[in-house]
């Protein structure tokens, strides 16, 4: 007796159906084969430089040896998580992170208010002026930032202790305070991206009809009015997508700029999980033990995400997918 239905065995209505489709399917990509071709090395860089490295997570699992190679190193199951878990070093890299991450969302609504300023400015030389002043640190690289910022705050020639010095008191070392160094990460941060993060949503309110706002002046609303029903309700969906994928990253707190402001004195609050995972991958060449750490930090981003998209598709109609 043959296991295949009757009306497959028979081209019957399902297996028509499918070859209707991939005939359907195969048109529209004959009709738009430039456009796939255009596709295509972005597709191929993909594949390449994001899922095949994907293989080499499996050292996470192994007592990895460069002279065996990935698949000739024994198993190691989950012992290395097992030592990041009951390590020292856990809690506090974890601490770190969640502070400077849970910091930085906080300040989230900056580039909100900063598009919502430059859309109700009206003066458009002002308009240009400021938009070039707020978006040229974005192009800062990181390195000179740090640079910038030990100049600006060293408390023997920095503008700070020149400050300081005028009143007679002993400036304080900022970059070498524990306890400052998350505020100064997160608003030397929020200088350097907040007016280029603004793009977008200045984008967002680019599309509003401007027969909304004739109508709410016609009707008597003042400026602050037009903002609360009109901009900010635009600006929802869009907020809340970038949010989403804010969450995403939570733990993903920047190598390069936490990495240079480091130093022996703020070690305590600037250890965070890329930094960790740098020092014991790279500098002290346990491949195994940083990986594990690494997928550790993957996997709750990524859990992170979903969560927040079903909460977010929940309470309102805006998710990722």
Not at 46 to 72: C, T
Not at 154 to 159: E, K, R, V
Not at 248 to 253: M, N
Request: aromatic content about 14%; charged content about 15%; proline content about 4%.
């Amino acid at each position: 007796m043959s296991l295949v239905p009757k009306e497959r065995r028979e081209g019957g209505p399902a297996l028509k159906s499918e070859s209707s489709g991939f005939r359907r399917t195969w048109g529209r990509i004959e009709r738009n084969w430039g456009l796939y071709v255009l596709l295509l090395p972005a597709a191929i860089l993909l594949l390449l430089f994001s899922y095949k490295p994907m293989y080499g997570v499996l050292i996470a699992f192994k007592d990895y040896s460069p002279a065996l190679g990935i698949m000739g190193s024994p198993w190691a199951g989950m012992k290395y998580f097992e030592k990041f878990f009951h390590s020292y070093q856990f809690n506090i890299t974890i601490k770190n992170t969640l502070i400077i991450s849970l910091y930085s969302i906080v300040t989230f609504p900056i580039p909100i208010v900063l598009a919502l300023m430059v859309n109700q400015m009206r003066a458009s030389r002002f308009k240009r002026f400021f938009q070039t002043v707020t978006y040229m640190p974005h192009f800062i690289s990181t390195v000179v930032m740090v640079g910038l910022m030990l100049i600006l705050l060293s408390p023997g020639s920095g503008l700070i202790g020149s400050i300081y010095r005028l009143f007679g008191a002993e400036a304080p070392n900022i970059m070498g305070s524990a306890g400052m160094f998350s505020s100064v990460y997160v608003w030397s941060d929020v200088w350097q991206h907040a007016g280029w993060d603004s793009i977008i949503y200045i984008a967002a309110l680019s599309a509003v009809d401007p027969s909304l706002y004739e109508a709410a002046t016609v009707d008597g609303a003042s400026r602050w009015q037009k903002i609360r029903y009109i901009d900010i309700p635009m600006l929802i969906p869009t907020a809340v997508t970038l949010f989403i994928l804010r969450m995403g990253g939570l733990l993903g707190v920047g190598f390069e700029k936490v990495y240079l402001m480091q130093n022996n004195l703020n070690i305590s609050s600037s250890e965070v999980i890329s930094t960790y995972v740098y020092k014991i991958g790279l500098l002290s060449s346990q491949y195994s033990f940083s990986s594990a750490i690494n997928l550790f930090n993957t996997l709750i981003n990524f859990v992170l995400l979903i969560l927040v998209n079903q909460i977010s598709k929940k309470l309102s109609s805006n998710s990722l997918w």
